[in-house]
Antibody, heavy 117, light 106 residues
């Protein structure tokens, strides 16, 4: 059974980096042809796709975040990571990781991250 | 990027009532996907490739459309269908979601 679980700080100060981890069980993140994504939901319910790291390690970011975002992985731990730099209060959101093949079929439960001083 | 405009923003339906949610794309897309999100839960895939029902989804849900206009229909509203519904495309990068339609039980 595929399970994704996010973990991260609940609170980040403005201008600091935000880091969230997605731990995957029941499925290898190196299995062809799956893509491992970060998606966030803002207060007010808007969903924004942030980027992915693929089964072969290739990466694609949302152009709106390209200068601030980094997605990496640790295949030995079957985890992938989100780092978002220079955050502002506008980055306050629930951060989800999700698996994609032809659709987003498995999602984590989400982690709420608040940006505040 | 392709902007997806959902309507209505909010709606309410009585049990047994038919509900239709529309998603208009700013450019033509080849397929639309629909997700249901209940309060406190993560989004759940309902419909893929415009009209295919995801595993375990009741057949009162259906999807249709083409080009720039797509819709999600609930044939007979049930209490458990109260949720927020999102359309989503990945015909063009980056993938985008509609703003969501909140469906309440009347």
């Amino acid at each position: 059974q595929v399970n994704l679980q996010e973990s991260g700080p609940g609170l980040v100060k403005p201008s600091q980096p935000l880091s969230v981890t997605c731990s995957v069980t029941g499925y290898s993140i190196t299995t062809s042809y799956y893509y491992w994504n970060w998606i966030r939901k803002f207060p007010g319910n808007k969903l924004e796709w942030m980027g992915y790291i693929s089964y072969d390690g290739s990466i694609y970011y949302n152009p709106s975040l390209k200068s601030r975002i980094s997605i990496t992985r640790d295949t030995s731990k079957n985890q992938f990571f989100l780092q978002l730099n220079t955050v502002t209060t506008e980055d306050t959101a629930v951060y989800y990781c999700a698996r994609y093949t032809y659709y987003f079929d498995y999602w984590g439960q989400g982690v709420m991250v608040t940006v505040s001083s | 990027e392709i902007v997806l405009t959902q309507s209505p923003t909010t709606t309410a339906a009585s049990p047994g009532e038919k509900v239709t949610i529309t998603c208009l794309a700013s450019s033509s897309v080849s397929n639309m996907y629909w997700y249901q999100q209940k309060s406190g839960a993560s989004p759940k895939l309902l419909i893929y490739s415009t009209s295919s029902l995801a595993s375990g989804v009741p057949d009162r849900f259906s999807g249709s459309g083409s080009g720039t206009s797509y819709s999600l229909t609930i044939n007979t509203m049930e209490a458990e269908d109260a949720a927020t519904y999102y359309c989503q495309q990945w015909s063009s990068n980056p993938p985008t979601f509609g703003a969501g339609t909140k469906l309440e039980l009347k």
